[in-house]
């Protein structure tokens, strides 16, 4: 078969900027949002121009969740991004809607504090996106907006959505489950390469997501079998904003690989660029987004982006200890008089403690380089690297030997860990594997779908 490049971005989150998005009220917002949004535009402008110079590949896939919030005049303003790239360039999008595009509080910022504006319904999105994918599709399912495409002579592309009207991240039927294994089992008979695209993960981009009911689809495990033991080994994802490939084998004996991609609009923020060499070897590579026209006080795009993500994370930890109510608030946690008592209490003692003084209350010790060092800063670094991917933190390193020592203290406190879809996790392998990458590369790796 001939070699097959394309690219591979998601969600854009495109906010269109002269809606509003400025004042007191936006920067409270933004104080908890790892996301940018003022800043959407610019850089999905600076990311298709980049693709649209791109002389590598002529297809570009989009993995969901097109706008903030589902304006519809952001919904619009992409719908036209997308059409002047298309007639620009010359190339192909394939897209998946996701959450984000349709049904949502949608609003705006200004001097004045927030604004509701005009949503998108989920039934104007055909007629936005059809030259992304629908209106070229060999099989097309109307109630998921799901669809067949074929990329070239010998690779067929799945797009599947559980973003559907009234409901989101919502269980396919068996009706859905039967057209996803007849649009693999078809692609068998005609002598096809299939490989998959859906909003949400369906591996746990870290082991920890799995504890996360909205991190990955519904029906991970059913899903993963139907496709790759019919064919299907590969898929590619968005929805959680990080960096990361995993992979699993059925009970079948065959190999499933998740291919999940950062966010445009946020850290860590990249461009995949994926070449199917055969059918048994598909090549990915990361390129950051390019510099995008906004004043970054003097920052690559890079370190804007991360400053955002760790603002987020600094703003939980400073709220812990001064704000308990906006805390629990932003957790989900409902307030009780003694929440609001021992959480500003433990919160000023986490923002004030050193890891070695930390460890030391666990019964154990850090290393020397990170004794001294204040541990909600080691928890920004951690967690962040848990969205970037490639997670330094491993055994044999200063900062993961710290760590291991402290979860294999906590492990006996916490068992009988149950997933959000039921499984049983350990504790302390979890966490190992979650804060150190010990398997795939997350950014530049040969994947072999066979295994061989």
């Known amino acids: 078969m001939n070699p097959l490049s394309f690219y591979v971005i998601t969600d854009l989150h495109y906010f269109k900027n002269s809606l509003g998005a400025y004042g007191e009220e936006y920067e409270r917002k933004m104080d908890f949002e790892q996301k940018c949004f003022a800043e959407t535009q610019a850089i999905n ?6 693709l649209a ?22 919904n619009t303003a992409v719908s036209e991004l997308l059409h002047d790239f298309k007639e620009k360039s010359g190339k192909r999008v394939c897209l998946v809607t996701a959450g984000h595009d349709f049904d949502r509080d ?56 559980n973003d559907i009207d009234g409901k989101r991240n919502a269980p396919y039927d068996d009706e859905f489950f039967s057209w996803i294994e007849a649009q693999a089992k078809q692609a068998q008979e005609d002598g096809q390469m299939m490989i998959a695209m859906e909003h949400y993960p369906v591996l746990p981009g870290q082991p920890v997501f799995a504890l996360i009911d909205d991190a990955r689809e519904s029906q991970a495990q059913r899903l993963t079998e139907i496709l790759a033991d019919n064919g299907v080994h590969l898929i590619f994802t968005g929805h959680m904003h990080n960096q990361s490939i995993n992979v699993t084998r059925t009970a079948e004996g065959n190999l499933f690989y998740d291919v999940c991609t950062g966010s445009v609009a946020a850290t860590p923020a990249f461009i995949r ?22 004043d970054k006080s003097g920052l690559s795009g890079k370190e804007y982006l991360r400053n955002q993500f760790d603002r987020m994370l600094r703003s939980y930890a400073a709220a812990m200890a001064d704000n308990p109510v906006r805390f629990m608030g932003k957790l989900g946690i409902k307030p009780t008089p003694a929440l609001e008592k ?32 204040l541990f909600v800063d080691f928890a920004v670094e951690m967690v962040r690297s848990v969205f970037e991917g490639n997670q330094p933190y491993k055994e044999g390193t200063p900062g993961g030997d710290t760590l291991l020592r402290i979860f294999r203290r906590l492990s006996p406190f916490v068992k009988n860990l149950k997933g959000a879809q039921g499984e049983t996790l350990d504790f302390y392998e979890t966490m190992k594997h979650t804060v150190g990458n010990y398997g795939i590369d997350d950014y530049d790796a040969v994947l072999k779908l066979s295994g061989n």
């Open 45 to 50: 402008e600076a990311v298709f121009d980049w």
């Open 53 to 74: 110079q791109a002389g590598d590949a002529d297809i570009v896939l989009i993995a969901g969740d097109l706008t903030y919030w589902g304006e519809k005049e952001c």
């Open 106 to 161: 949608a609003h705006s910022y200004d001097n004045d504090g927030r604004h509701d504006i005009e949503g998108t319904k989920f039934s104007e999105l055909y007629d936005l996106y059809k030259d992304f994918g629908y209106s070229e599709a060999i099989v097309f399912n109307e109630k998921h907006l799901s669809y067949v495409a074929q990329l070239n002579e010998n690779v067929r592309l799945l797009v599947i959505c």
């Open 273 to 294: 660029r994926v070449t199917i060499e055969d059918k048994d070897t598909v090549k990915t590579e990361s390129i950051p987004i390019p510099e995008f026209d906004w």
């Open 342 to 373: 021992i959480i500003p209490f433990l919160g000023k003692r986490l923002n004030r403690i050193t890891t070695g003084t930390l460890a030391r209350l666990l019964f154990t010790h850090a290393d020397a380089e990170l004794k001294d060092k």
